[in-house]
C-alpha cells in the first residue's frame, strides 16, 4: 500500500499532529529521492511517523504504529536508522537531531 496514504490512515486514527503528518511526508519524499524502497512496505510509513514525532518531542507510540501493520519493533528501528541517514546527507530534507 502507499505509505503517504498509510500515513494519512494513521492520522485519522491516532490523531498525530499536522506538524508531524507534514514532517513525516517530508521524511518519506527524502527517502524515495535517495532510493530507499519506500513503496515496499507500510512500515515505511510507521517509521517515518515514529521518526517525525521524536523531532517534535511528541512521540508516536511504537505500540500502536506497529500492531496495525503487523511489524515488529526492530523492523520499525531499523527503517528509522535509514531515513536518519538520508536526512543527515540530504541538502533538501533538514536533519533534525535527537
Same mark, same amino acid.
Given at each position: 500500500?502507499?505509505?503517504?496514504?498509510?500515513?494519512?490512515?494513521?492520522?485519522?486514527?491516532?490523531?498525530? @499532529? %499536522?506538524?508531524?503528518?507534514?514532517?513525516?511526508?517530508?521524511?518519506? =519524499?527524502? &527517502? *524515495? /529521492?535517495?532510493?530507499?524502497?519506500? @513503496? %515496499?512496505?507500510?512500515?515505511?510509513?510507521?517509521?517515518?511517523?515514529? =521518526?517525525? &514525532? *521524536? /523531532?517534535?518531542?511528541?512521540?508516536? @507510540?511504537?505500540?500502536?504504529?506497529?500492531?496495525?501493520?503487523?511489524?515488529?519493533?526492530?523492523?520499525? /528501528?531499523?527503517?528509522?536508522?535509514?531515513?536518519?541517514?538520508?536526512?543527515?546527507?540530504?541538502?533538501?530534507?533538514?536533519?533534525?537531531?535527537?
Amino acid at each position: 500500500s502507499d505509505p503517504y496514504a498509510v500515513i494519512d490512515w494513521y492520522s485519522d486514527r491516532i490523531g498525530p @499532529s %499536522e506538524q508531524i503528518r507534514e514532517r513525516s511526508q517530508e521524511i518519506l =519524499r527524502c &527517502g *524515495e /529521492e535517495n532510493s530507499l524502497p519506500i @513503496s %515496499e512496505s507500510p512500515v515505511w510509513a510507521a517509521a517515518a511517523l515514529r =521518526r517525525a &514525532g *521524536e /523531532e517534535y518531542d511528541s512521540t508516536v @507510540s511504537k505500540k500502536a504504529l506497529k500492531e496495525t501493520i503487523a511489524a515488529d519493533s526492530d523492523e520499525i /528501528e531499523s527503517k528509522i536508522s535509514e531515513l536518519k541517514q538520508v536526512l543527515r546527507t540530504s541538502s533538501d530534507y533538514a536533519y533534525i537531531p535527537d
